[in-house]
């Protein structure tokens, strides 16, 4: 059964500091990786999906890469405003018909003004 | 991008009546949609896969007779909580897969805050 964990579970770092957060996954055979922000009581918003045979994605300040063979996968966030303040959760989806996501218990980010 | 609806954003019901969610993907087709619950500082668990026209699949733990769902169209998934209780307290979330779509992305409705007095 994959699992999937997040480390460091918060983080507050000053305005303007890049940063990376880090995502593990037990199984490797993954179709594919994905990257989500959620606000307080909020749905979660799509950052940035790594297909299985990719190795990184980029939109803006983000760049999400991805290690299928350590399991790994970090998303770095460049030049972090207080806009960014927010939980980052990683989802792993299993190969199959279904595609199921397997999401990390996410890490709650705090960029400081 | 695609836009998935979550109807009501919020209830809050007497312990032992049953609440609907509606979950709507506005402009595609979803053949797939997911069902999670996510409770407070915890992330999300998936607890079915409804698929149109056929049953759901639930994950292990999860009563399908607690939680009914109904895909009966290829926009439109409801998750009814029968006989809620305040341990069924919780924030639903559903997300659709876009069946057209090259990249199977799921894209997540804004989620239904459940409060069961």
């Known amino acids: 059964k994959q699992e999937v964990t997040q480390i460091p579970a918060a983080l507050s770092v000053p305005e303007g500091e890049n940063l990376v957060l880090n995502c593990s996954f037990t199984?490797?055979?993954?179709?594919?990786l994905q990257w989500f922000r959620q606000d307080p009581g909020k749905g979660l918003t799509s950052l940035l999906l790594?297909?299985?045979?990719?190795r990184e994605q980029t939109s803006g300040r983000l760049n999400a890469s991805l290690d299928k063979s350590s399991g790994r996968s970090t998303l770095y966030i460049a030049a972090s405003q207080p806009g960014d303040s927010a939980t980052y959760l990683c989802?792993?989806?299993?190969?199959?018909?279904?595609?199921?996501?397997?999401f990390g218990s996410g890490t709650q980010l705090t960029v400081l003004p | 991008g695609a836009v998935v609806s979550q109807h009501p954003s919020r209830v809050i019901c007497k312990s032992g009546t049953s609440v609907k969610i509606e979950c709507r993907s506005l402009?595609?087709?979803?053949?797939?949609m997911f069902w999670y619950r996510q409770f407070p500082k915890q992330s999300l668990m998936l607890m079915a896969t409804?698929?149109?026209?056929?049953?759901?699949?639930?994950e292990q733990g999860v009563e399908k007779d607690k939680f009914l769902i109904n895909h009966a169209s290829l926009t439109l998934s409801t998750l009814t909580v029968t006989s809620a209780h305040p341990e069924d307290s919780s924030f639903y979330i559903c997300?659709?897969?876009?069946?057209?779509?090259?990249?199977?992305?799921?894209?997540f409705g804004p989620g239904t805050r459940l409060l069961v007095l």
């Open positions: 402009d595609f087709q979803a053949t797939t």
């Open positions: 790594i297909q299985s045979s990719q």
């Open positions: 997300s659709a897969r876009d069946a057209a779509a090259v990249q199977e992305t799921q894209y």
């Open positions: 409804s698929n149109e026209g056929s049953k759901a699949t639930y």
């Open positions: 989802a792993a989806s299993i190969s199959g018909s279904a595609r199921q996501l397997t």
């Open positions: 199984d490797s055979a993954i179709y594919n």
